[in-house]
């Protein structure tokens, strides 16, 4: 390990807002990130900034009319200009020692140290975060820089193969080549640093193409690279349209592989295009992708109710059910059914919902009105399926608005139990007994994250065998998964299993090449 790396790895440790002096710093980052709304954020294609057209409008989703700012929006044309500076720019890049590219994602990494509560203000204001929830993305972020950095050194090193006695050989993981990064919104920052940063840590160069929801926020993760002396054409940045930018990027011989986190049905859809090989390419895309879950608790009868009921509202109601690892199902058993719900309303009753900037709520907006009429919709779907006992309902006047929602008496096979809804509405099932809760929480097409909460060994250990999902907690919600410690990535349809926040993660982004000499 390099000296820069004396230090275990430590995860960063998140803001306590009860502390006067972190709230006080974060009030001041918010009236200063304020200062800076309206902006233009162009496009950055080869070292230059573009606005070769019409604008994107990014808006705070709490404050519906209040502009946060402006991205240039790309087309076809700038995302060809976008692969070919970025098609250049390999080539050099790619013969960058490791230990150069380390060392600019270790500068990255403390300025955004430095500036930890400006990116916390932006994430409340353009994604509707709350303050907690902006800063463990930011956090998540800073860890990200350190933990792959470190492996990316270990991954770029020859790698020892069995000895012969007649051959010195190694194999030596290289490059892809040129990355479309297509990220979602729900995680603006931390998604996209993520699978840009292991994409250049591994030597390849980049487009970025973020979501339209929250182009401003991507456009300060380039800024930092950038201040952090990325060479130019590493990192390319056109905002645009996934139909025509997307598609252009997913689909172009010149991207070698596609780092993509959003809904099941697009992330399908680019890989069944990236199986079709176009004229003049030469290899096999490659897919890294995170798509969507149907996430569920298991609460058993021999459990603590108080801790299921606590993390389930955690899982559910935290960043307004946006996330893919959010819980949407709680499967109780018969036994402790009645009591559970009781519970859980009571719980709900304290949440409060309002704009993500004032510390008091612990619940922000959807991120815009397409998201709150899909939500009110499922709504209305699980008034014929269950019964509401809390929320159903939502205010789109000022902002995206929807109460927390919980619904009972839900069939397993209902449709606000089979299909990902994204929001804060949660379908509770009730089981027969444990075999049941096991068989119900297995019967999605989706299998991203899961929990059990039981304090009976036997079906714990049943649980980590039987429960097919990519990360399964034990006794804890089904959210907040941690760099190095949970790595993350699901089966089935919640994508190709990536591991984000693992050893091996940057590995994805490289091909392995074996090298033997014949020595006598």
């Known amino acids: 390990m390099a000296t820069r790396f004396k230090k275990t790895f430590k995860n960063c440790e998140y803001r306590d807002y009860k502390k006067e002096e972190n709230k ?218 996934g139909l025509e930018v997307g598609n252009h990027l997913v689909n172009s011989p010149k991207t070698r592989y596609v780092g993509f986190t959003g809904s099941k049905e697009v992330g399908l859809e680019i890989y069944g295009n990236i199986a079709k090989p176009q004229e003049g390419q030469i290899w096999m895309k490659r897919l890294i992708a995170e798509m969507g879950g149907k996430n569920a608790h298991i609460v058993d009868s021999e459990t603590n109710l108080e801790l299921a009921v606590t993390h389930t509202i955690m899982a559910f109601a935290g960043r307004q059910g946006q996330k893919c690892s959010s819980c949407s199902r709680a499967i109780v058993d018969e036994k402790v059914y009645d009591e559970f719900i009781d519970r859980l309303i009571a719980e709900a009753e304290k949440l409060k919902v309002g704009p993500a900037e004032n510390f008091a709520n612990h619940m922000g907006p959807v991120i815009n009105q397409d998201a709150f009429n899909k939500v009110m919709r499922y709504i209305e779907i699980g008034r014929k399926e269950g019964t509401i006992v809390f929320g159903g309902s939502g205010d789109c006047s000022k902002g995206y608005f929807i109460k927390p929602t919980i619904i009972q008496d839900v069939a397993w096979n209902a449709r606000i139990a089979k299909e990902e809804i994204f929001g804060p509405v949660l379908a509770v099932i009730k089981a027969r007994d444990f075999d049941d809760a096991l068989r119900i929480a297995n019967s999605t097409e989706y299998g991203l994250t899961g929990a059990v909460f039981t304090e009976n060994e036997e079906k714990l250990r049943r649980a980590a065998e039987e429960y097919h999902t990519g990360n399964l907690y034990l006794n804890r919600k089904c959210t907040g998964a941690l760099v190095g410690v949970h790595p993350f990535g699901g089966f089935n349809h919640s994508g190709t299993d990536s591991k984000t926040g693992g050893p091996d993660y940057v590995g994805l982004f490289m091909q392995p090449k074996t090298i033997a000499r014949k020595v006598r």
């Open 24 to 241: 006080t710093r974060m009030l001041k980052a918010l009236e200063k990130v304020r200062g800076e709304f309206g902006k233009i954020y162009p496009m950055l294609i080869g070292g230059l900034a573009r606005m070769s057209g019409p604008s994107i409008y990014s808006y705070n989703p709490s404050k519906k009319e209040e502009l946060i700012g402006l991205a240039g929006k790309g087309d076809v044309n700038d995302a060809e200009d976008a692969l070919d500076a970025a098609t250049e720019a390999f080539e050099s890049w790619k013969r960058t020692p490791i230990e150069k590219r380390v060392d600019i994602m270790m500068k990255a990494k403390d300025l955004l140290i430095e500036r930890r509560d400006e990116f916390n203000a932006w994430c409340v204001f353009e994604s509707g975060q709350t303050w907690a929830e902006a800063d463990g993305e930011v956090a998540e972020t800073v860890d990200f820089f350190d933990f792959y950095s470190r492996h990316a050194e270990r991954l770029c090193r020859p790698q020892k193969v069995t000895a012969k006695a007649d051959e010195e050989g190694y194999v030596q993981n290289i490059p892809l080549g040129v990355g479309a990064i297509i990220p979602p919104w729900n995680y603006p920052f931390t998604i996209p640093a993520g699978l840009v940063m292991a994409s250049l840590l591994a030597g390849n160069t980049v487009v970025l193409k973020p979501a339209s929801d929250t182009p401003v926020i991507a456009a300060k993760l380039v800024e930092l690279l950038m201040e952090a002396g990325l060479p130019e054409g590493v990192v390319n940045f056109v905002p645009g349209s």
